[in-house]
């Protein structure tokens, strides 16, 4: 059984719930990263920031960029995996919900992201098209 632990990229960098959303962007850029966690000062998960987000829900809708935290983006509870849990779950999840990436958590912290190509790397090709399918629908 290959566990979620396994094929995550571990120790994700986050963008704290109060940096601004062109903190957020900068950060993206400099990693080549399209979707960032949002960490609360306890340094557990509050959210998932996308680039999309930024360009879709705050430009566009006129917020600024300079002065909007991370953590107005933030809606809901972020659909998440747990480490020990069988890779196989984080997959059916990431269809269930529609994501590309999906935070893996133990004990409560955030300990990596799993991504739609970190599934392509570690599971079959049958897999990995069936996973790819759903979140694009």
Not at 7 to 22: F, K
Request: net charge negative.
């Amino acid at each position: 059984m290959t566990l979620t632990r396994d094929i995550m990229t571990a120790a994700p960098r986050c963008i704290g719930e109060n940096d601004s959303l062109s903190i957020a962007a900068a950060v993206m850029s400099e990693l080549d990263v399209g979707a960032l966690p949002i960490c609360g000062e306890d340094r557990k998960l509050k959210g998932m920031l996308t680039d999309r987000d930024i360009v879709v829900r705050a430009v566009a809708e006129g917020l600024d960029p300079e002065s909007t935290p991370a953590r107005a983006l933030a809606e809901g509870k972020p659909i998440t995996v747990e480490a020990a849990d069988d890779a196989n779950v984080a997959m059916e999840r990431m269809q269930e919900h529609q994501v590309r990436r999906l935070p893996v958590l133990e004990d409560h912290l955030l300990v990596g992201i799993v991504s739609q190509a970190d599934i392509a790397r570690a599971l079959s090709a049958e897999a990995t098209g069936v996973t790819v399918e759903s979140i694009s629908r």
